[in-house]
Structure formats: structure tokens, C-alpha cells
């Protein structure tokens, strides 16, 4: 079993960048894959970025790319996402899930998630 806690959400004004990082328990995260998911109001849950439990450079979702950068830490047991360039529209619950195997951008495919934290960005 797989505990997963995010934090790093907030307020941040239009062009601006937060680091959402997403501290794991349980079982060994270095030996799992991991994601990130966004959850605006209304609409459904969405990929935006995914790692392999060795690292790497990651896979993102066009809306994110060149401007979200996902990376681990393994000795620490976290996770982390850092968004620059933030838009109004990257507003949402961000979710960090861990799975077996390599990265995925299915959520069906994930299988340990966390709460969520809030990324609310101001016009």
C-alpha cells in the first residue's frame, strides 16, 4: 500500500509558477511510476504529466509541454511538478497517482492517488 500527500497549491496571478511536490509512504516509491492529473470544475479528470520510477524526462500533455516539468526524487520518497508560465485555464485540483510499471496516461491505469491540491490561477 501507497500513501500519497500533495502539497504546493495555491494563488498565483497569470504568467506566474508554483512546484506542487507529492511525498510518498507505504511501500518503496522508487519502484513505482508516476503521474499527475488536473481536475477542473465540470469537467472530467486529465493527464498532464508522467515519469518512470527511474526518472527520466518525462511525458506531458500538449497543454502543459515546454512549461510544466515533472521529476522525482527517490532517496526523499517525492515527487514533484513544477509550472511555470501558468494560465487561468491550468486551473484546477492536481492530483499525483503512482502505479506499477512504466508511465501511463490513463488514469484507469493508476492505482495509488493522493487528495489533491488546489492551483488556482488569477487573471
Known amino acids: 500500500q501507497v500513501q500519497l500527500v500533495e502539497s504546493g497549491g495555491g494563488l498565483v496571478q497569470d504568467g506566474g509558477s508554483l512546484r506542487l511536490s507529492c511525498a510518498a509512504s507505504?511501500?518503496?516509491?522508487?519502484?513505482?511510476?508516476m503521474g499527475w492529473f488536473r481536475q477542473a470544475p465540470g469537467k472530467e479528470r486529465e493527464f498532464v504529466a508522467g515519469?518512470?520510477?527511474?526518472?527520466?524526462?518525462?511525458i506531458y500533455a500538449d497543454s502543459v509541454k515546454n512549461r510544466f516539468t515533472i521529476s522525482r526524487d527517490n532517496a526523499k520518497n517525492t515527487g514533484y511538478l513544477e509550472m511555470d508560465s501558468l494560465k487561468p485555464e491550468d486551473t484546477a485540483v492536481y492530483f499525483c497517482?503512482?502505479?506499477?510499471?512504466?508511465?501511463?496516461?490513463?488514469?484507469?491505469?493508476?492505482?495509488?492517488w493522493g487528495q489533491g491540491t488546489q492551483v488556482t490561477v488569477s487573471a
Open positions: 507505504g511501500r518503496t516509491f522508487g519502484s513505482l511510476a
Open positions: 515519469i518512470n520510477w527511474i526518472g527520466g524526462s518525462g
Open positions: 497517482a503512482a502505479r506499477n510499471f512504466g508511465a501511463s496516461r490513463q488514469s484507469a491505469d493508476f492505482i495509488y
